[in-house]
């Protein structure tokens, strides 16, 4: 006992696992956090260099840009001042054309001259790129409200300042405004050169993880690589490297590199490697920084996959260290619960089962094994009573209690099935009853088909005749009939209960219409069979059939009976007596499908046209439309008195194929035999006789008591 403590408790193995996982996370974890130390050292100063040498340039490249708009416009002022004629010349506007064909970025230039008896500006000279204006859906004369917005700016620019103006939220598009101071003649004057932002741009849109911007003295942004930010105005004095330029440069630095700390919009607090540097023209700045974390991300990225290594190496140290035999079971056993577990639910065709190794030689192979068979005979089980109620039982939803239902019960029998039987002795002698069993289960599959589709569930076979039941495993308790007629819930119950049972009355009348469909293709199938072995000695065949099929609605008595050597769970009572009757009536009364007084007025109103509804349905209800047809045959049911029989004509918005379909999607219809349903199905029980070779019958002859004492025609 105490080995077994031990083994159980703190085996060798876990020990030397132990030890050995510890020198491995000691060893490579001293390694990644040595490596990741210096290599994420080289790459900060490298990444420091970079920045700064990138904020270095973009500063002298837009310095450039400036001086060269600068100089391009001065030496066109000159030039038309130089013309004769002055600036309304022929050679004054052609030297306009050209300046502004090669510099077409440049939107306009304004001079305005302050007189010293006017406050205000006047305009003194326009040049106007009216191509730029046009280009980009610009007013021309949107200038003009411009100049009032700037008029302070304009003022210190007569004043001797140079200025640059962000005027994108004006023109809602990138663009600079740069005020010059203007002397000519005089007079005080300032020149006005708004121009495109598409250069700078370019300039500073790095294409790197860096991010340059622009500000103006005024801390307004005039560049940045979100566009949307300049479009907006927005001012960059809250900006912590803005701040620290204007704040805390003690020495009036024209440029400088620190490491600041910037809050994002989460409140996360991130360390940014940032320069700045200010160009020698209105007092402009440029600022380059980049994010700490993007600079490392590389580092952390090694570091980050050291860790994952040194994680596998643990564990696989741990794995070979640990015994095989103690991983293999503890695997295999957790396969095996959810083999166990998808048992429970039912799902005896889970993929768990078939993917477990029988093929080991050990106890675990033996359990593989074993949980095989077990699934082989669960479906076996399932087809010898019926899936629907062998998973119900797997998943403890069936009350093994019996209890009473609101159920429609459902019988079919072959007719002159003892004429067939007869037919497959006299031509294959021994080998009939392999023959038989074959036709038979031909046709039951199909039939089967049919009510599994529709919901229903096979209770039992009975030679050729089959019984299924709808609403037998739907949970209906019958407890709110105690309820006082008083109460709410009585009511509110009563409407889903007898929505429920309605749905399981429709279906299974939707399933024996399938059935009628599927038995009309069994016979082609079946002629066409015949037809290609008649030549052959013994010839195989199979033979025409017609079913009858009866319905009936009402309450049985459900649940599991028989003794402890054979049970099953079927429902028992009058009603199911009822509808083996109703089936036994379809020959008399020239039908393949009846249904019961009960069940016609439980539908009547909802689902087929007559006096009750004005011969009108709901358009909710359409869908599920039935023809049916009164046989004209009274007869007396004990207990219920004078009762009619109805035969199942159709359901004219039946949709055959998309019935098929939800089992299997390769099914194809048959255009001959959709003649039995839907909307080219019959429209009255003659159509239907005549389409199935039912002859009709002469219903003064008929005597529905013949064989059952309980039913009695009315003379």
Same mark, same amino acid.
């Given at each position: 006992?105490?080995?077994?403590?031990?083994?159980?408790?703190?085996?060798?193995?876990?020990?030397?696992?132990?030890?050995?996982?510890?020198?491995?996370?000691?060893?490579?974890?001293?390694?990644?956090?040595?490596?990741?130390?210096?290599?994420?050292?080289?790459?900060?100063?490298?990444?420091?260099?970079?920045?700064?040498?990138?904020?270095?340039?973009?500063?002298?490249?837009?310095?450039?840009?400036?001086?060269?708009?600068?100089?391009?416009?001065?030496?066109?002022?000159?030039?038309?001042?130089?013309?004769?004629?002055?600036?309304?010349?022929?050679?004054?506007?052609?030297?306009?054309?050209?300046?502004?064909?090669?510099?077409?970025?440049?939107?306009?230039?304004?001079?305005?001259?302050?007189?010293?008896?006017?406050?205000? *500006? @006047?305009?003194?000279? !326009?040049?106007? =790129?009216?191509?730029?204006?046009? #280009?980009?859906? %610009?007013?021309?004369?949107?200038? $003009?409200?411009?100049?009032?917005?700037?008029?302070?700016?304009?003022?210190?620019?007569?004043?001797?300042?140079?200025?640059?103006?962000?005027?994108?939220?004006?023109?809602?598009?990138?663009?600079?405004?740069?005020?010059?101071?203007?002397?000519?003649?005089?007079?005080?004057?300032?020149?006005?050169?708004?121009?495109?932002?598409?250069?700078?741009?370019?300039?500073?849109?790095?294409?790197?993880?860096?991010?340059?911007?622009?500000?103006?003295?005024?801390?307004?942004?005039?560049?940045?690589?979100?566009?949307?930010?300049?479009?907006?105005?927005?001012?960059?004095?809250?900006?912590? *490297? @803005?701040?620290?330029? !204007?704040?805390? =440069?003690?020495?009036?630095?024209? #440029?400088?590199? %620190?490491?600041?700390?910037?809050? $994002?919009?989460?409140?996360?607090?991130?360390?940014?490697?940032?320069?700045?540097?200010?160009?020698?023209?209105?007092?402009?700045?440029?600022?380059?920084?980049?994010?700490?974390?993007?600079?490392?991300?590389?580092?952390?990225?090694?570091?980050?996959?050291?860790?994952?290594?040194?994680?596998?190496?643990?564990?696989?140290?741990?794995?070979?260290?640990?015994?095989?035999?103690?991983?293999?079971?503890?695997?295999?056993?957790?396969?095996?619960?959810?083999?166990?577990?998808?048992?429970?639910?039912?799902?005896?065709?889970?993929?768990?089962?078939?993917?477990?190794?029988?093929?080991?030689?050990?106890?675990?192979?033996?359990?593989?094994?074993?949980?095989?068979?077990?699934?082989?005979?669960?479906?076996?089980?399932?087809?010898?009573?019926?899936?629907?109620?062998?998973?119900?039982?797997?998943?403890?939803?069936?009350?093994?209690?019996?209890?009473?239902?609101?159920?429609?019960?459902?019988?079919?029998?072959?007719?002159?099935?003892?004429?067939?039987?007869?037919?497959?002795?006299?031509?294959?002698?021994?080998?009939?009853?392999?023959?038989?069993?074959?036709?038979?289960?031909?046709?039951?599959?199909?039939?089967?088909?049919?009510?599994?589709?529709?919901?229903?569930?096979?209770?039992?076979?009975?030679?050729?005749?089959?019984?299924?039941?709808?609403?037998?495993?739907?949970?209906?308790?019958?407890?709110?009939?105690?309820?006082?007629?008083?109460?709410?819930?009585?009511?509110?119950?009563?409407?889903?209960?007898?929505?429920?049972?309605?749905?399981?009355?429709?279906?299974?009348?939707?399933?024996?219409?399938?059935?009628?469909?599927?038995?009309?293709?069994?016979?082609?199938?079946?002629?066409?069979?015949?037809?290609?072995?008649?030549?052959?000695?013994?010839?195989?065949?199979?033979?025409?059939?017609?079913?009858?099929?009866?319905?009936?609605?009402?309450?049985?008595?459900?649940?599991?009976?028989?003794?402890?050597?054979?049970?099953?769970?079927?429902?028992?009572?009058?009603?199911?007596?009822?509808?083996?009757?109703?089936?036994?009536?379809?020959?008399?009364?020239?039908?393949?499908?009846?249904?019961?007084?009960?069940?016609?007025?439980?539908?009547?109103?909802?689902?087929?046209?007559?006096?009750?509804?004005?011969?009108?349905?709901?358009?909710?209800?359409?869908?599920?439309?039935?023809?049916?047809?009164?046989?004209?045959?009274?007869?007396?049911?004990?207990?219920?008195?004078?009762?009619?029989?109805?035969?199942?004509?159709?359901?004219?918005?039946?949709?055959?194929?998309?019935?098929?379909?939800?089992?299997?999607?390769?099914?194809?219809?048959?255009?001959?035999?959709?003649?039995?349903?839907?909307?080219?199905?019959?429209?009255?029980?003659?159509?239907?006789?005549?389409?199935?070779?039912?002859?009709?019958?002469?219903?003064?002859?008929?005597?529905?008591?013949?064989?059952?004492?309980?039913?009695?025609?009315?003379?």
């Amino acid at each position: 006992m105490k080995k077994v403590k031990r083994q159980r408790i703190f085996p060798l193995g876990v020990k030397l696992a132990i030890i050995i996982g510890f020198i491995v996370l000691a060893s490579l974890g001293s390694v990644t956090v040595l490596n990741s130390y210096f290599v994420s050292k080289d790459v900060r100063v490298t990444a420091e260099e970079n920045n700064l040498t990138l904020n270095t340039r973009s500063a002298s490249s837009v310095q450039s840009e400036f001086n060269s708009v600068r100089a391009n416009v001065l030496q066109l002022l000159d030039l038309v001042n130089a013309v004769s004629g002055g600036r309304n010349s022929a050679l004054a506007k052609q030297a306009e054309g050209f300046f502004f064909e090669r510099n077409s970025n440049i939107a306009e230039i304004m001079l305005l001259t302050q007189y010293q008896t006017q406050k205000n *500006l @006047v305009v003194y000279t !326009r040049l106007k =790129n009216n191509r730029f204006y046009s #280009s980009n859906e %610009i007013d021309a004369d949107a200038s $003009d409200v411009l100049l009032y917005q700037i008029e302070d700016s304009l003022l210190r620019a007569c004043n001797g300042e140079t200025i640059v103006e962000n005027v994108s939220p004006f023109f809602k598009t990138g663009m600079l405004s740069l005020l010059l101071p203007y002397r000519e003649n005089g007079l005080r004057q300032c020149c006005v050169i708004v121009f495109s932002l598409e250069n700078i741009a370019s300039i500073l849109g790095t294409g790197s993880i860096n991010e340059t911007f622009m500000i103006n003295d005024a801390d307004e942004l005039l560049c940045h690589p979100e566009n949307d930010r300049v479009l907006s105005g927005q001012s960059m004095k809250n900006h912590p *490297l @803005v701040k620290i330029m !204007r704040q805390e =440069n003690m020495n009036n630095e024209e #440029s400088r590199q %620190i490491v600041y700390n910037f809050v $994002d919009n989460f409140g996360k607090t991130k360390k940014y490697i940032g320069a700045f540097q200010k160009i020698g023209m209105a007092d402009i700045s440029i600022f380059t920084s980049v994010s700490l974390d993007v600079v490392l991300e590389g580092v952390y990225t090694t570091r980050r996959n050291n860790l994952y290594l040194m994680a596998i190496v643990f564990f696989i140290s741990i794995i070979f260290i640990l015994s095989f035999s103690r991983f293999a079971i503890s695997r295999h056993l957790r396969r095996l619960t959810a083999a166990a577990e998808e048992i429970q639910k039912g799902n005896f065709n889970t993929g768990i089962i078939s993917a477990l190794n029988v093929r080991r030689r050990d106890e675990i192979g033996i359990l593989n094994k074993s949980t095989q068979d077990e699934q082989e005979f669960l479906n076996t089980f399932a087809r010898f009573t019926n899936r629907g109620v062998a998973k119900a039982i797997a998943r403890k939803e069936i009350d093994f209690e019996p209890h009473l239902k609101d159920v429609t019960i459902f019988f079919s029998d072959i007719r002159g099935f003892t004429a067939i039987s007869d037919g497959f002795k006299n031509r294959f002698g021994e080998e009939s009853p392999r023959e038989i069993i074959g036709f038979l289960n031909d046709y039951m599959g199909r039939m089967v088909n049919c009510v599994t589709i529709s919901g229903g569930t096979i209770d039992k076979f009975e030679g050729d005749a089959i019984m299924a039941v709808w609403g037998i495993l739907r949970d209906d308790s019958l407890d709110f009939e105690q309820l006082p007629d008083t109460d709410p819930e009585k009511k509110k119950h009563e409407e889903v209960h007898l929505r429920h049972v309605k749905e399981d009355a429709v279906n299974a009348i939707r399933g024996t219409i399938a059935m009628r469909y599927a038995l009309m293709e069994y016979n082609k199938a079946a002629e066409a069979f015949t037809k290609a072995h008649e030549h052959e000695e013994r010839a195989k065949y199979k033979p025409h059939i017609r079913i009858g099929c009866g319905i009936n609605t009402g309450r049985a008595t459900c649940g599991i009976m028989g003794s402890e050597d054979k049970m099953e769970y079927t429902a028992i009572g009058d009603s199911v007596n009822f509808a083996s009757r109703t089936e036994s009536s379809n020959k008399p009364c020239g039908t393949d499908i009846l249904i019961t007084e009960d069940t016609y007025n439980l539908l009547k109103k909802d689902f087929i046209r007559c006096k009750e509804n004005n011969f009108t349905l709901t358009q909710e209800n359409e869908i599920n439309e039935l023809v049916v047809e009164q046989i004209p045959v009274e007869f007396e049911v004990k207990g219920k008195g004078a009762q009619h029989f109805y035969g199942v004509v159709n359901m004219p918005q039946f949709d055959i194929e998309a019935f098929f379909k939800t089992a299997d999607k390769d099914f194809v219809l048959d255009a001959d035999c959709a003649r039995a349903v839907g909307k080219s199905g019959p429209k009255t029980l003659n159509e239907m006789r005549q389409l199935l070779g039912i002859p009709v019958p002469e219903f003064e002859m008929v005597n529905l008591n013949e064989e059952e004492n309980k039913i009695q025609v009315k003379k």
